[in-house]
């Protein structure tokens, strides 16, 4: 979940790195440093973000056109000077940043000890830098090879990028488990967790597969796997553009990407739908439809806001497919010996593509013979090159910390797979399925409708900002946006909340309610319209504040709310997209009054590429 950054060319390293480790900040921002090699090689770092670390090295860094840098998101020993990265090695020989976790840090700590060692952090890298070092200086070999070796000794994640002071011309880099992309340039090359660093220099780019070991000089690049066998480098295009990850005259990426969801939405169908709005095509799951389509369980897992997203996707699929669905917590699904079938179908849900939970559930699921697709953002990532199948989201990359546009675009693929199971499988219409479309085609323009509506949910904001806690209520559909819509408001804002099925309320959460409790009912006109108008008026006798999510037009529920942001009335089928709009933006504005870093809240990272 760190950031990592790194450069040998003929740039000035410090700059390359800081401006990447700022674009990687959304990954981890604890503490912050960078090693520079200009004749000597000299580490710098700081707790906090990566701007006190340019406070603390001052006007005058050190020069050079090789370098490291990280940003990091605490797992082994608190955010502090001494446990920020880079680390050095006892002797000085190695400096190593690191993204990941070192599982067997405890064991291998002992036998260093042993050895002579001593640690000045608490972390488990200043352990696989030491590692290196004994095995560089008992074996008398070069740094590539005493790199190889340690990380056969090593059980867990890395992705990391190391300097040898003997050999301070080269960068090693190796992954396994944690992403690391390396862009090339004209006789440069850049190492970073994922592109966004690298953009602005070149969209040649190298994805590094688990257990890959690069040596990167100024002007060549060789890549060979840990055990020592060569492999061919295999450069591929990327497309992305450097103004998709700038905020572009917004103040948070988290607004941005609110409002960028008109068009993530569409940018995830384009293509998709056949030009008379007839048809929808997913050619990434071309080879695996007929399965598909014949399947006898679905299991969808992910975590945080792809598990919501994979929620509304069992309404979804069961509903229009009429295909049993089971959703997972990935980080759940590997521990509890599951039962998976070789017919079964597992979908995957990831906006990096890199969750590591998600990719060992993946890997759990392959060992069983299931067919495994993919729904992610991210092209190039672990999860699509890991998988039989998927579909990308094409949402644009996602800077904001609290997923919202990733979201919906997740729920707009999961959309058009169960329109197009429904018509394969006969459940459906071609009418209804042509009506389904046009549904689909208009959501866009109705979320545009939505966002017009932001003043008054700031005001809504405004009222609410002291709040300790708030309940989410919602049925169907709307029970899986109650959840998320919860979870953005705990993310940024720091306030306790809860989503529940409105049900359910009475069977405990009732006793929660009385008149310093906001209540955020998401009440569209479907078709349990009449029992959470009863639900409403349950909350309105124990004096609860009702704020109601309501179809444009509503009067019953409009009458007993206290506060009321409406949407465009739509089909059931995609008024999910519509309604998680307005709670997104409700929790931005509460948490922007509360005075708290909208796009970088305490305690998370974008990415969580350890379990």
Not at 515 to 537: C, L, R, T
Request: glycine residues 8%.
């Amino acid at each position: 979940m760190c950031g990592i950054v790194a450069y040998n060319g003929g740039r000035r390293a410090y700059e390359v790195i800081v401006n990447g480790l700022k674009r990687l900040e959304y990954r981890g921002y604890d503490s912050a440093g960078v090693c520079l090699v200009d004749g000597d090689v000299k580490v710098y770092k700081q707790k906090g973000k990566v701007s006190d670390l340019e406070s603390f090295i001052g006007s005058s860094p050190t020069d050079g056109s090789i370098g490291i840098g990280h940003t990091r998101w605490a797992t082994h020993g608190e955010p502090n000077n001494e446990n920020a990265h880079p680390h050095t090695s006892m002797n000085g020989h190695f400096v190593i940043i690191h993204n990941g976790i070192i599982e067997n840090y405890g064991h291998l700590k002992t036998r260093l000890e042993r050895r002579g060692y001593k640690f000045n952090s608490e972390t488990d890298t200043e352990i696989l830098v030491n590692l290196i070092e004994y095995i560089y200086l008992k074996g008398n070999i070069s740094a590539e090879i005493a790199v190889r070796l340690a990380l056969t000794k090593v059980v867990g994640a890395y992705g990391i990028v190391v300097i040898c002071r003997d050999e301070p011309g080269t960068l090693i880099a190796a992954r396994k488990g944690s992403p690391l992309v390396i862009g090339v340039g004209d006789g440069e090359y850049f190492v970073a967790s994922d592109a966004t660093p690298i953009i602005e220099y070149t969209n040649s780019v190298i994805f590094l597969n688990d257990n890959d070991v690069a040596i990167i000089k100024k002007d060549e690049l060789s890549l060979k796997t840990v055990m020592n066998e060569a492999l061919e480098p295999r450069i591929q295009t990327l497309d992305l553009d450097l103004e998709e990850i700038e905020k572009n005259g917004f103040d948070h990426f988290m607004l941005k990407e609110i409002y960028e969801q008109p068009r993530s939405i569409t940018d995830t169908f384009r293509g998709r739908i056949s030009a008379d709005h007839k048809n929808i095509h997913l050619g990434g799951l071309y080879q695996v439809l007929p399965r598909l389509v014949k399947a006898k369980r679905i299991v969808l897992i992910g975590c945080g806001t792809s598990w919501h997203a994979a929620l509304v996707g069992e309404y979804l699929l069961e509903e229009f497919a009429r295909i049993p669905v089971e959703v997972e917590y990935a980080s759940e699904f590997r521990y509890r010996n599951p039962i998976i079938n070789k017919d079964d179908i597992v979908i995957a849900i990831s906006q990096s593509g890199e969750t590591a939970d998600t990719l060992a559930a993946i890997r759990l699921a392959r060992e069983a013979g299931a067919i495994v697709l993919g729904i992610c953002n991210v092209v190039g990532s672990s999860i699509p090159r890991e998988t039989d199948a998927g579909v990308y989201t094409h949402a644009g990359p996602e800077i904001g910390v609290a997923s919202t546009k990733a979201f919906t675009a997740q729920v707009t693929v999961l959309t058009l797979m169960a329109m197009l199971l429904g018509r394969k499988r006969d459940i459906i219409s071609q009418a209804r399925y042509e009506k389904l479309i046009s549904e689909m085609m208009a959501v866009p323009n109705k979320i545009e409708k939505i966002l017009e509506s932001n003043e008054i949910i700031r005001e809504i904001s405004a009222i609410f900002k002291d709040s300790t806690n708030f309940l989410y209520l919602g049925r169907g559909y709307f029970f899986p946006v109650a959840l998320e819509g919860a979870l953005k408001l705990k993310e940024i804002s720091y306030i306790h909340a809860e989503g529940y099925p409105a049900a359910e309320m009475k069977h405990g959460p009732i006793a929660l309610i009385d008149e310093k409790m906001p209540v955020v009912v998401i009440a569209p006109q479907d078709s349990s319209y009449e029992k959470v108008v009863s639900n409403v008026q349950e909350v309105k006798a124990r004096k609860g504040v009702v704020i109601s999510i309501v179809t444009e037009g509503d009067t019953i529920i409009k009458s007993m709310s206290d506060h009321v942001i409406e949407i465009p009335k739509a089909s059931e089928i995609v008024e999910s997209l519509l309604a998680v709009i307005p709670l997104q933006l409700l929790a931005y504005h509460i948490a922007l009054m509360r005075g708290c870093d909208v796009d970088q809240p305490r305690n998370l990272a974008k990415s969580v590429t350890v379990e």
